[in-house]
């Protein structure tokens, strides 16, 4: 029997349904069968708040997509198999040339098939731009504080991205089994075969026996195509659905708290402005991939282990890593008892693996340095948290030394320095330079902090310039509209740690550095403003600027009657009227277009 | 005081023509001074009607530019090496590319303008030769480029691209030695530099790349300089280094100048 | 006002960690969100009308443009094998499918921008933390399905099934092994013993020592003073790379020069390991095994590329600079009774990278 309500929707029949009566019956029959009308409820109109920074995550997440799709049509053409054969294409230096069949056809995508080189460059170029975008995207979290609760666990799965990524853009260059990338296997060859114990049978493993066997480039396709994008899509997706769940954070700003979200919804605008930006990221590496050569792998020539070119060096995400193996003293294995210790390489990758590691728990290390349980979903400005914005400077100074020595040749030909200098210097750079960095970040943030302070209590520089009757000259300070004003204000308030006893009444050792931690932490931080203070000041300043108008008005009204011409205007109007805040689009709330000619005003002392 | 702000009817000066009049200034005095050094550059490669010169001729600017360093007998001072052996061939390399007469001390002695005009050039080389042999200039075939190309990369890059790059873009050496770039470098000039072993360069002698071999190597790099690069621009053939200066400066710039577009409030 | 001090902050209402949280007594309020501004597109009707006509036209360039590219296709062929041809193809499908999607990305972000609503919404969030029913029911699943299967209760059945689980995936991971070679494939005795086959090299007593790649015999006087040979042992030049052609080359490359003898420093147990001023060396970097190729005539240093680690030739290529441990290995040579130069012996020690058990 039937149990649908016919007579009911039988009245309704008269209006048509939304988009038309076939896509109202497409609609239906699916949702008779997936429930899609409760998906698209809960997330048709999702709020999203709205900042450019917010959409660095998307360059990853678009530049995944074109690595994907681009990656997709290479695998038709592409032979992972180290089989020798020769080449017999157009690329006259390799004609003849006995090489392994992976790089046959790779020469062949590139010479011999129609768009292959373009998508062989797209696939490239998105590669370099998808890690990038990952490491802006990560710097942003950072620096906004926006891994703390609840998104220190997608932190943690971003973080494994970015691993997933470093290791799919190294499977990847090393396919074409060049003479480039060959070199670099031949490095991760020998660093493996550093590791104590195990590194020669871990090395074996890999490549199938000795360096470099006929296994590895088909062992890596299998990593590259199969198993990493598999891990790599999974994770996406879950860092996808947390942030869903965890709602995007927002920045501080008038109507906005910890417990709403301000923004657009997911449709249309949303919808429209993300897939717009998969376009614009998608056009934006085509462009690139048809005018800019990347990785022309047919000079380098197939892998063989005696030839080598000057500036070898891997693509620029593994860089860190090249540059630490470079600063890396000499003399620094230990023979001890028949066994060799090869710390010129574990040195490096202890310090790179405690960088990582550190990177990958930081929210955890901040939480526990800051006692801070609270669900935080605003943003915050990084000046805002100085030692926080300090940290990751030097993190990030840290980094960037190392990424530069990546490339100590080079900066020696084309600066014109030796190359033993730059090592040496960047050396002492990568221990003084985060030092530095630290200290002066801290000092700025602080410092941008006051300023702020300043203007939110005082107004801004005007750059006008009025003398008061008594001969001194002041700058007039315009206040900052009540919107803007809650931007500048910082609301978190944080005091450092107290340690309590515990239970025995004793203060255990790790509470004493806790507290210690936390006070340096929080130290030279501004007091919290209260309403009151910042009423006060409003009516200082209002009261002040009154003042000065009316002097001004005065001065003015002075010039006019001696110049003869008591009727002139007291102020210049090319412009409307316009409460003189800073200089930001969203400010200037013009409430009619801008007229030419010039009007008469009233004097305005707001 | 604010109402000055739009007029200019007061006749003052706008800030722009300051700038403006220092701009053109700036601009012919440069012109001046281009039009005048080009004028009074060397003539170049202009071969005059008596264009060949005499060994006596080379031995008269040997001593008045070569002698001091290199002795009046080709001996050597302290100053610079002896050139007995070095043979017509090197001479001609060197003076040619500019790196003589050397301008300083330094790690090594730089490609620049050349000082010579090319017979005057032969006919130090000449003189150089007649002195005390050396390596002569080759045959014709084997500058001729039309060599085995694919054998040449396989040489070169056995022998010669981990100093100058696969690409050859160039590479550094220790102690701020460099080997050059050789997109530019003739084939005589490839060929001198292989036999003569200018500085740190190692001397490849025909015992080590036989004359087949080098002709090889010079069709490959003649290739090289003359194909196109399929891919587009090369920046520089440095590889991922400039690749990701490149990605991050202009590739992550353009992206986020672009969503700072898509978020900002429309006008 | 701006630069107050601790003291005061205390004075004022505070919660005792770990909240962290510090009320503070007047926090300032929030001025709600602001009154929205109307754009031009909303104002004026003509702002409005070309800001649609700027974003279909975009659509239709974009339309263009994927036209163009699939026309590329077929107007740039690449089959003569010129490289300008493949330039072009390159270039010109390339920018084609850039036009198409960047104009279609642009025109959706005017269309988005200019167009549509721009007025802000309001969502309230919830706690992350799930409703305190919504958690005691997920307890109370979780206490009924123990109570139902007597897990928590039946510690043999438990342990027995975790001992079960984890055993299960060892065979998978043993199978894995076999990523590995094992000792006598192909014949070989020591084919998987990864520290035999690093600790041997295809150079021996009277192995000749030939040009890199194309196999040819050197006579010592053919190595010059200031020449830099590149050098494989006469055995592998024969060696296909099925039967291990690179495996053996990656450990056998040999970089040889020649200095004037007296320039040479030499041990006494390395006295006879040169030849009259010609020396070799393993060109597999002792760092992480990169060819150290570079050789600089004048100062006879050879430079690696890779780390820039520097070797000294006239003093058993020991380390002068970079991050290499240990010097270069040395290859004794001498002549044979035709004057070709020869191996004396192989190598005394392993050739490239440090191991674990290296002594």
Known sequence: ?606 | MAREKKRRSNGRRSPLAAAALIGAGLLITGGIYAGASAAMAAPGNQSTASAQLTVDDGEKLFQANCATCHGMDLQGTANGPSLYGVGELSVEFQLATGRMPLQMQGPQAPQKEPQFTQPQIESMAAFVQSVAPGPTYPSDKTLDGEGDVAHGAELFRVNCAMCHNVAAAGGALTEGKYAPGLSNTSALHIYAAMVTGPQNMPVFGDMNLSDEDKRDIISALLYQQEAVSVGGFTLGSLGPVSEGLFIWIFGIGALVAISVWITAKSN | MANDDDSQALERAYQPSPGLGVAVSDPVQNPGLPPHRERMTDKDPKAEKHAARTVYTLFYLSLAGSIWAVAAYMLFPIEDQSLLAIRYNNLFIGVGIALALLCLGIGAIHWSKALMSDKEHVEMRHPTRGKDSTREAAIQAFADANEESGFGRRTMIRNSLLAALVASIIPGVTLFRGLAPHNNEGGNPISGDPVALLQQTMWEKGQRLVRDPDGTPIRAADVTLGSAFHVIPENLSTLSHADGYLEEKAKAIVLMMRLRPEQLIETEERKDWSYDGIVAYSKVCTHVGCPVALYEQQTHHLLCPCHQSQFDVTDQAKVIFGPAARPLPQLPITVDAEGYLVARDGFNEPVGPSFWERH
């Open chain 1, 1 to 606: 029997m039937s149990t649908s309500t016919l007579s009911k929707e039988d009245n309704k029949d008269t209006k048509a349904p939304l988009g038309g009566r076939f896509v109202g019956g497409a609609s239906n029959y699916i949702d008779e069968r997936t429930s899609l009308s409760g998906f698209v409820k809960e997330l048709g109109r999702k709020i999203f708040p709205d900042h450019w920074s917010f959409m660095l995550g998307e360059i990853a997440l678009w530049s995944f997509v074109v690595v994907f799709i681009s990656g997709s049509f290479l695998t038709f053409f592409f032979q992972p198999t180290m089989v020798e054969t020769h080449y017999t294409g157009a690329y006259a230096p390799m004609r003849g040339l006995e090489m392994s069949a992976a790089f046959e056809s790779a020469l062949r995508i590139s010479f011999d098939v129609r768009g292959g080189l373009l998508v062989r460059q797209i696939h490239h170029w998105a590669a370099l731009v998808f890690i990038a975008g990952i490491g802006i995207h990560m710097l942003r979290v950072f620096f906004t504080g926006a891994f703390r609760k609840p998104r220190e666990l997608n932190w943690v799965i971003g973080f494994v991205l970015f691993i997933l990524a470093l290791a799919e853009g190294f499977t990847g260059y090393s396919l074409p089994d060049d003479l480039l990338s060959g070199n670099g296997l031949r490095i991760i060859d020998g660093m493996i075969k550093g590791i104590p114990l195990i590194g020669t049978w871990t090395s074996f493993l890999i490549f199938g026996g000795e360096f470099p066997g006929t296994d590895i480039v088909g062992r890596l396709y299998s990593l590259h195509i199969l198993l990493l994008p598999l891990l790599l899509i999974a994770l996406l997706v879950l860092h996808l659905m947390l942030m869903i769940i965890n709602k995007h954070t927002q920045f501080a700003g008038p109507g906005r708290t910890n417990d709403n979200v301000v923004g657009y919804p997911m449709m249309p605008i949303y919808m429209t402005k993300m897939g717009g930006y998969l376009f614009l990221v998608f056009g934006t590496i085509v462009l690139i991939a048809s005018f800019f050569q990347i990785l022309p792998f047919w000079e380098y020539g197939p892998y063989d282990p005696s030839p080598i070119s000057a500036g070898t060096q891997p693509d620029w995400y593994i860089g860190f890593a090249d540059g630490a193996l470079r600063l890396a003293p000499p003399h620094l294995d230990i023979v001890f008892l028949d066994r060799t210790l090869s710390l010129g390489i574990l040195i490096p990758v202890a310090v790179l693996g405690l960088f990582i590691v550190v990177v990958a728990i930081y929210p955890f290390l901040e939480a526990w340095i800051t006692g801070d349980k609270r669900e935080h979903h605003l943003a915050q400005r990084p000046r805002n948290a100085a030692t926080r914005t300090a940290i990751g400077v030097a993190g990030v100074i840290f980094y960037a030394v190392l990424w530069a020595a990546a490339s100590s040749d080079l900066i020696a030909t084309h600066f014109m320095l030796t190359m033993e200098g730059v090592i040496h210097s960047l050396q002492a750079l990568l221990f003084l330079g985060p030092i530095i960095g630290y200290f002066v970040t801290k000092r700025i943030c602080i410092a941008l902090q006051r300023k702020d302070r300043e203007i939110v209590l005082h107004g801004y520089e005007s750059g006008r310039i009025v003398r008061l009757p008594g001969g001194e000259f002041i700058e007039v300070h315009q206040p900052v509209d009540q919107y803007d004003r809650w931007k500048l204000i910082d609301i978190d308030t944080y005091e450092p740690l107290v340690v309590r006893p515990n239970d025995k009444g004793r203060i255990p050792w790790t509470e004493n550095v806790r507290s210690s931690l936390s006070r340096w932490f929080f130290e030279d931080r501004l007091a919290p403003l209260t309403q009151a203070e910042v009423e006060a000041a409003d009516a200082h300043q209002h009261h002040v600027t009154a003042h000065t108008d009316e002097i001004e008005a005065e001065e003015i009204q002075g010039a006019h009657e001696r110049a003869g011409a008591a009727d002139a205007p007291l102020h210049p109007d090319a412009e409307t009227h316009v409460d003189e805040t800073p200089n930001t689009p969203s400010s200037v709330i013009a409430t009619d277009p801008v007229k030419k000619p010039r009007k008469k005003k009233s004097d305005d002392s707001e």
